[in-house]
């Protein structure tokens, strides 16, 4: 199989603040030539504002619209 034949993936990474989620991203990035990154920090996503209230009802991730993200990562 060649390389225009293979599926892209994603791969999503997570931590707490100052945890190595952007070293690790620059280090992959650097090693899978063709690798495009996207930070969740550069989105201003519509969801909860009340973090306190999200967490007391279970942290439903589907909370957030995140359409914008989905769409950039269908582009790439």
């Not at 992959?28 to 306190?52: Q, V, W």
């Amino acid at each position: 199989m060649n390389c225009m034949q293979k599926k892209p993936f994603v791969i999503s990474i997570s931590s707490v603040s100052g945890g190595g989620k952007t070293a690790v991203i620059h280090a992959l990035t650097k090693r899978l030539h063709k690798a495009k990154a996207i930070y969740f920090d550069e989105y201003d996503l519509e969801g909860p504002s009340n973090f306190s209230e999200r967490v007391k009802r279970g942290g439903d991730y589907n909370e957030w619209n995140v359409n914008p993200i989905r769409q950039d990562i269908q582009k790439l």
